[in-house]
């Protein structure tokens, strides 16, 4: 089965600081997605960015980028220039080919100070 | 375009009852995801429904189920309510596509609270 792990239960940044969230995943499948997800205080779950595992170029949404490191099993997100906005529980999401079901890591908090 | 709907927002239950939630998804949508979200176990995917068939299904037991109706809104019921099953339950649809990087959107979430 396949396992997601967010390491840091906890980050702070200052607004307009560079930040990155670690997520390590297990897995024995060659395709696959793997996802990040803000979830505010308001709990609605919001897709930051995606990254298909055959691409090897590091996907990139405005101040989002990831660093995707296929053969540690390894998929950061920096958010850059951060924003009092970003302040939420990022999750990191691994999904199989041929497969909805997304499977989560237990999520870092991003608090963010001005 | 709505986004994803789920009612009711709050419930409050005792434990031995049942409780139905339900799922609206985006207009063309045609998979509907449950995922059960709580303090000690996360976020954990229940089932995953596609034209009206379970095509995937998580590790809960047989009070959890559910089902999908021809316009694609999706229902889930807990049965025999513990106070273990107070969680936030949240859906997600997506146009159900198995290939492809297929985008998940996700509604607001019901808070059940068993009491």
């Known amino acids: 089965a396949q396992t997601v792990t967010q390491s840091q239960p906890e980050m702070s940044v200052q607004e307009a600081e560079t930040v990155t969230l670690s997520c390590t995943y297990d897995?024995?499948?060659?395709?696959?997605?793997l996802f990040w997800y803000k979830q505010p205080p308001s709990r609605q779950m919001i897709l930051v960015i995606r990254?298909?595992?055959?691409?090897?170029q590091n996907a990139t949404e405005n101040r989002f980028s990831v660093n995707f490191q296929k053969a540690a099993k390894s998929f950061s997100l920096k958010i850059s220039d951060s924003q009092l906005g970003d302040a939420a529980m990022y999750f990191c999401?691994?999904?199989?080919?041929?497969?909805?079901?997304?499977?989560f890591g237990t999520g870092t908090r991003l608090l963010v100070s001005p | 375009k709505a986004g994803v709907t789920q009612t009711p927002r709050y419930l409050i239950k005792t434990r031995g009852q049942q409780v139905t939630l339900s799922c609206s998804p985006i207009?063309?949508?045609?998979?509907v995801s449950w995922y059960q979200q709580t303090p000690g176990q996360g976020l954990q995917f229940l089932f995953e429904?596609?034209?009206?068939?379970?095509?995937n299904k998580g590790n809960f037991p047989g009070r959890f189920s559910g089902r999908q109706f021809s316009n694609s809104r999706s229902e889930m019921n807990v049965s025999t309510l513990e106070l273990g099953d107070s969680a936030l339950y949240l859906c997600?649809?997506?146009?159900?596509?198995?290939?492809?990087?297929?985008?998940?959107?996700f509604g607001p979430g019901t808070r059940l609270t068993v009491l």
């Open positions: 997600a649809s997506s146009r159900g596509g198995l290939a492809g990087g297929n985008e998940q959107f």
């Open positions: 897995t024995s499948e060659s395709d696959y997605y």
């Open positions: 990254q298909e595992a055959y691409k090897q």
């Open positions: 999401a691994y999904r199989s080919e041929g497969f909805q079901k997304l499977v």
């Open positions: 207009s063309g949508h045609r998979s």
């Open positions: 429904y596609f034209s009206e068939t379970q095509r």
